[in-house]
């Protein structure tokens, strides 16, 4: 969940005392061949092992190095893998035996996983959360078994809003018991949204290639439009859930967040598909495209998309006009790639879509007990087995995580819950009609691609509840820097199965604007 609750800044005393540090250049990034890794793209990285230019033992050293400089401000990573180096000596060695060509595209690339992800090996998966910490999950998360089947190099876990921000609302966006607060690089004082934020500013500041973050209802598209990168959330159960801390397998869903479409949609590539323990996966496998997403990474892929515009309430800038101007442009920029803008449509109910406080809040408070409580029940072994054990464990231990007042409201709320009940089945009714007569209707009615909407930040009218309602796929592209030079977004977001003209229309618009710099660390 990403929380619109208000902003709360905490400037550590550290922060003031490492800011020469984040001013004083950036590290020799460039290996004996010439490559410099800072900024690379898969295609770049591959291509440079290719040439022999690059090892995947310097790469990983390398994103060690900027964790190691760059991490007790940011506080985007949680911890590192100890057996990252030792995983990257034997993806070069792979890469000398085999056959070229036969190797995935994400072989030998370091990714950094949201600590809601498990992994079964010296890493812990604890959500942020001191509760979770010496857990022991009974296997891999689905999606890192496809990543470590790709040769992926899982070089540690990504810090977070704790418990996916579905512990309370109060909690601010990238706060975590374990982590920390984390920071938006570009403006360490701003927002860096949540909650995947480690995820959205690890890959932002360079600490690592490409991440893997998680969205119940704006997740993965708030802090990517907040700390600059791209991230894709995926249609439901395209990717597996299974193995991942949950809110609810009715909206769960795992996607990247990278610094570029071309990276997501490597990533994208190696984790969608079946997984037993994700029945979802089934029924959405036959969305994936014969021959994989790369094919639709066109530079022209916006002619001829049609794009839906809806103006109240997602274009209303005030009195702001110089987002008024950038947004006008975008959509002149699609205009000019040879976009159809259908404009002035509407959503049905969409004021009713956008109180989280009606049927998705009663229904997620519903699911996440149950599903929190199975995920707790698999583990190995877990210094808590149900959500009251974790709620006890906060209330005991709320000194260890420093700061009292992050109630624990959303936990007490879902506590109180019976299981499935004729609440649940009302509001799961209401979302499902909401769905039909609103995005839904829309998007058929028009004969439309994709909807798209400004994405800015935690504090702007959000599109994610129209998506996460209906399972619906969304991607979200950098789109420009306020006045302070933070960053907002844009999303294109379209029905389900439709990542490949997503991908199409935020590639095509991506490489027209190439709006994304890398951060400089303003106060
Ligand atoms: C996992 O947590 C344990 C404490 O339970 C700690 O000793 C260990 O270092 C952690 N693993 C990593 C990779 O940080
Ligand atoms: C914009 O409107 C808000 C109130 O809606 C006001 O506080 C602010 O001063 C206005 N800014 C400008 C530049 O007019
Ligand atoms: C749960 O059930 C108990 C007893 O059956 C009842 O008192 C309580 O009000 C119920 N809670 C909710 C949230 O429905």
Known sequence: MASNSKPQFFLF???LILLPILSSGSLNTVTGHGFSIEE???????????????????????YQKQIHRLNPILKGVIEVNPEALHLADKADSERKSKAPGSLSGLHGIPILLKDNIATKDKLNTTAG??????????????????????GAIIIGKASLSEWSQFRSFY??????????????????SADPCGSSSGSAISVAANLVAVSLGSETDGSIICPSSSNSVVGIKPTIGLTSRSGVVPISPRQDTIGPICRTISDAVYVLDEIVGLDYNDKATIKASKYIPHGGYKQFLKVNGLKGKRLGIVRKPFYNFGNDTFLKKIFAQHLDTLRQESAILVDNLEIANIDVILNIGTSEMTALIIEFKQALNKYL??????????LADAIAFNKKFSDLEKIKEYKQNLFLEAQATNGSSNKEKT????????????????????????????????????????????????????????SKGVPFGICFGGLKGSEPKL???????????KIRKPPSFKP
């Open 427 to 482: 509001a799961l009714q209401d979302m499902a009609r909401l769905t039909r007569d609103g995005f839904v209707k829309l998007m058929i009615k028009h004969n439309l691609h994709a909807l798209v909407t400004p994405y800015l930040g935690p504090y702007g009218v959000s599109v994610t509840s129209v998506l996460a309602i209906g399972g619906f796929p969304g991607i979200s592209v950098p789109a420009g820097y306020d």
């Open 171 to 188: 909690v601010p966006n990238g706060w975590s018991g374990r982590g920390g607060q984390g920071k938006n690089p570009y403006v360490l």
């Open 377 to 386: 029940k698999e583990l190995v072994a877990s210094p808590v087995r149900t």
């Open 13 to 15: 005393s550290s922060l």
């Open 40 to 62: 690379a793209s898969v295609h770049d990285i591959q291509l440079a092992f290719k040439q022999n230019q690059l090892t995947s033992r310097q790469l990983v050293e390398f």
């Open 129 to 150: 959360s001191y509760a979770l910490l010496g857990s022991v999950v009974p296997r891999d998360a689905g999606v890192v078994t496809k990543l470590r089947k790709a």
């Open 503 to 513: 991908i199409e229309i935020s590639y095509g618009f991506e490489q027209a604007t």
